[in-house]
């Protein structure tokens, strides 16, 4: 069976080998370290997504270990980035608000086309059932005829209902009938699909608000959790989308997906930077058991190559 570090491992790989091979190109031999060396680390960095005011705080910090005799070999500084990285994700890192007495939890999966949200919540309702959780599925993307039959295999698939409309119509009036039906099946937990909208679109925006409003009005206190999934290759655009999904939705946390399709796995610590967001669950591959529960240490470990003890 392989081991969920071992997962973080092969889903980073990308990036690992990206930033490792950067970093010991960069700090080579034992001859005095330079501030362009250090310079060099940054752009590495920032170039992996980990953003700008990471990047240079984490470099900040190696160059006064440095300066101060504490570091002298690439390896070291792997070790002590992987250590930073990690305390900087475990800052607002938590579990998921299920609710308590048996009633239903919602939550809101929101992002932009391609981002992979239908597949993530597909893959969420497998995991949730196969521990035993009653799910249901709620097709809310009504701008697009072949969002809610992709929701529909995904049902199929995993053996959870979906609850749908005919393409077009109001997708706030399927959120309501979806919270009815949860209520009335008792469900542990249903997933909301909404329309892949540009977080510049204003149409869109304001009826992704308009879903929220209507589910908090028929259920108050709903939804319990916003996640926005975030595809790991969008470096900088994935940073305006957070924020501007933020203010229409009340983000609560986020899905990284496509982890093992991009070298640039950095994100994740650029937008814990920027927002406090934890992060739920990543994508580390296609297959369904692929998409795990984030995990600050073997996430952080895995970008830099570094071994753990513990799988």
Known sequence: MTSLFARFRKGLLKTTTSVTRGISAVFTGEKKWTAEQFDDLENLLIAADF????????????RDRYEQGLISTSAEIDQIAAAEVCRILSRNQREVHFTPDGRVTVILIVGVNGSGKTTSIGKLAARWKQEG?????????????????????????????????????DPSSV??????????????????????????SKGLMAELAKICRTVNKIYPGAPHEVWLTVDASQGANAISQAREFSQVAGLTGLVLTKLDGTGKGG?????????????????????????????????????????????
Not at 51 to 62: H, P, Y
Not at 267 to 282: D, I, K, R
Request: a negative charge.
């Open 133 to 169: 959780k009653k799910v249901l599925l709620a097709a809310c993307d009504t701008f697009r005829a072949a969002a809610a039959e992709q929701l529909k295999l995904w049902g199929e698939r995993t053996g959870v209902q979906v609850v749908s409309a005919l393409h077009g119509a």
């Open 267 to 311: 994100m994740a610590v650029a937008l814990q930077q920027e927002f406090g967001f934890p992060v739920f669950f990543v994508g580390l591959g296609e297959g369904t058991d692929d998409m795990q529960p984030f995990n600050p240490e073997f996430y952080a470990n895995a970008l830099f190559g570094v071994s753990i003890a513990h799988t």
């Open 51 to 62: 953003g700008v005011t990471a990047s240079l705080r984490l470099v900040a910090d190696l």
């Open 175 to 200: 959120a309501f009938d979806a919270v009815k039906s949860a209520q009335a099946r008792r469900a542990d937990i249903l997933l909301i699909d909404t329309a892949g909208r540009q977080h510049t």
